[in-house]
């Protein structure tokens, strides 16, 4: 029976009556990942692995994600539904588990990891690794392609776990991820600190430790890596697995001399809202992207109140200063220009005018949320824009991505973000209307730009 080759031209195809195949993520050969959706009544999205298989081999994989799928950890990515499948001639199995929004992997081509990067990575995979084990089982694949950030949150794919103890088949040649006794198929606890040992180097120096697999040798630890990390790796790297470390061992070596922020927490949102008495705050004037920092909040307070005195106390004086008779024309009331409703009566009677047309204003930004992990990735200029429709009471009713800046993680912050915003409604006819605004998000590493257009009406 052949296997079919699994690629991106699979894309529209629905495994199973229930998982459409949405998105090519990668893979070659008889694998195959792309992004799915959970079906109702729980929409969510997803990711769907393909693995050409049949027979005991196919039994396996089902036996193992079955267990998989009754691990529950914070930092282990859940698995959610697995199956037979059955194309043509070609006999399938597939797992469904959470959509990750960056990997490890994607991370160390462009650069190294900080030592406080690399110590935000490794407490929560020793804290999923440690769960396994002490359920009796072991990963057997760590490495930074498996090492994926969910909402925010680090988590090690939660797939491929096995019991430990026992023997599994190696179907391809073993890596420098796999440790010696990796050859025999044993599986075993210290197997996963061996592999976090060549995680550990690659993260920090983007390459791997220098090692012959056919030699008595162990592997190179460059003497670069920087305390305590290099003598973490070198005891991990022990060819003998009984003098490797325990994963509590490697924890009491991590003791942080300052607190460390998790990647689960969230950034604080800064949001700039418009002021109930005044249409239009001074930042609608401002043509071009608006840069905003991190700082406190205390901050921005200050000078949005000056700013919004200086525009209150302008408005009272031109209201002061007017002719009366203009000023009762006008609002059609005959009321004292230094009363309250002067203001909105005036902006009333002029918007409504018949046959008059405004262009619509923000009167909302809304910050994306940036991890403080993800904005150290940074390099250069990440560019996503986001095309949103917004109806005649300001609000956004759709949000559409135009670019995405190659980064799924900053595509979806900005998103989240763009659904946040508030305008002021465009007219015309005298009328408010509907509108289509493309909204453009720059994450660099000191911060984050946005500008709007409005593109219709």
């Known amino acids: 029976m052949s296997r079919a080759s699994i690629a991106a031209d699979w894309v529209g195809r629905v495994i199973d009556g229930r998982f459409a195949l949405l998105e090519w993520l990668g893979g070659s050969g008889s694998r195959g990942l792309f992004r799915t959706e959970l079906p109702q009544p729980i929409t969510k999205k997803a990711t769907i692995k393909l693995i050409a298989a049949e027979g005991s081999e196919a039994d396996a994989y089902l036996a193992g994600w079955a267990k998989a799928a009754n691990l529950s950890h914070p930092h282990l990515l859940r698995v959610f539904r697995s199956g037979r499948f059955q194309i043509g001639s070609t006999e399938l199995v597939y797992v469904v588990t959470e959509c990750a929004d960056e990997v490890l992997a994607q991370i160390i081509p462009v650069r190294g990891l900080t030592p406080e990067e690399t110590r935000q990575m490794l407490d929560p995979v020793i804290e999923a690794l440690g769960y396994l084990h002490e359920k009796g089982f072991v990963h057997g694949h760590v490495k930074p392609s498996n090492i994926l950030v969910v909402d925010d949150v680090l988590k090690l794919s939660g797939d491929s776990v096995a019991a430990g103890g026992g023997v599994r088949v190696i179907s391809q040649a073993p890596s420098i991820y796999d440790a010696p006794e990796a050859a025999r198929g044993a599986t075993a606890p210290s197997a996963d600190v061996w592999a976090l040992g060549v995680t550990l180097v690659?993260?920090?120096?983007?390459?791997?430790?220098?090692?012959?697999?056919?030699?008595?040798?162990?592997?190179?630890?460059?003497?670069?890596?920087?305390?305590?990390?290099?003598?973490?790796?070198?005891?991990?790297?022990?060819?003998?697995?009984?003098?490797?470390?325990?994963?509590?061992?490697?924890?009491?070596?991590?003791?942080?001399?300052?607190?460390?922020?998790?990647?689960?927490?969230?950034?604080?949102?800064?949001?700039?809202?418009?002021?109930?008495?005044?249409?239009?705050?001074?930042?609608?004037?401002?043509?071009?992207?608006?840069?905003?920092?991190?700082?406190?909040?205390?901050?921005?307070?200050?000078?949005?109140?000056?700013?919004?005195?200086?525009?209150?106390?302008?408005?009272?004086?031109?209201?002061?200063?007017?002719?009366?008779?203009?000023?009762?024309?006008?609002?059609?009331?005959?009321?004292?220009?230094?009363?309250?409703?002067?203001?909105?009566?005036?902006?009333?009677?002029?918007?409504?005018?018949?046959?008059?047309?405004?262009?619509?204003?923000?009167?909302?930004?809304?910050?994306?949320?940036?991890?403080?992990?993800?904005?150290?990735?940074?390099?250069?200029?990440?560019?996503?824009?986001?095309?949103?429709?917004?109806?005649?009471?300001?609000?956004?009713?759709?949000?559409?991505?135009?670019?995405?800046?190659?980064?799924?993680?900053?595509?979806?912050?900005?998103?989240?973000?763009?659904?946040?915003?508030?305008?002021?409604?465009?007219?015309?006819?005298?009328?408010?209307?509907?509108?289509?605004?493309?909204?453009?998000?720059?994450?660099?590493?000191?911060?984050?730009?946005?500008?709007?257009?409005?593109?219709?009406?």
């Open 202 to 457: 690659e993260a920090l120096t983007q390459r791997l430790p220098e090692w012959e697999r056919g030699t008595h040798q162990e592997p190179v630890v460059p003497v670069t890596v920087p305390r305590p990390f290099g003598e973490i790796a070198r005891e991990c790297l022990r060819r003998d697995p009984e003098r490797r470390p325990t994963l509590r061992e490697i924890k009491a070596r991590l003791e942080p001399s300052r607190p460390i922020e998790f990647p689960g927490r969230k950034v604080e949102k800064a949001v700039v809202e418009a002021p109930a008495a005044i249409p239009v705050i001074a930042e609608d004037l401002v043509e071009g992207p608006q840069t905003y920092e991190a700082a406190p909040a205390k901050r921005r307070v200050v000078p949005l109140v000056v700013g919004l005195l200086v525009v209150v106390v302008a408005l009272a004086v031109w209201m002061v200063r007017r002719p009366a008779t203009q000023g009762a024309a006008i609002s059609g009331t005959g009321q004292s220009a230094g009363q309250s409703e002067a203001g909105s009566a005036v902006r009333a009677a002029v918007v409504t005018k018949p046959g008059l047309s405004a262009k619509g204003a923000v009167t909302q930004r809304v910050l994306p949320e940036v991890a403080s992990y993800a904005q150290k990735t940074i390099h250069g200029t990440i560019a996503v824009a986001v095309g949103v429709s917004v109806d005649a009471n300001g609000d956004v009713t759709n949000a559409e991505l135009k670019s995405t800046g190659k980064s799924r993680y900053f595509a979806r912050v900005a998103m989240e973000a763009a659904r946040g915003w508030k305008f002021k409604a465009a007219f015309k006819d005298g009328q408010p209307v509907s509108s289509v605004w493309m909204l453009r998000f720059k994450f660099r590493p000191s911060g984050t730009e946005t500008s709007s257009v409005e593109e219709t009406p």
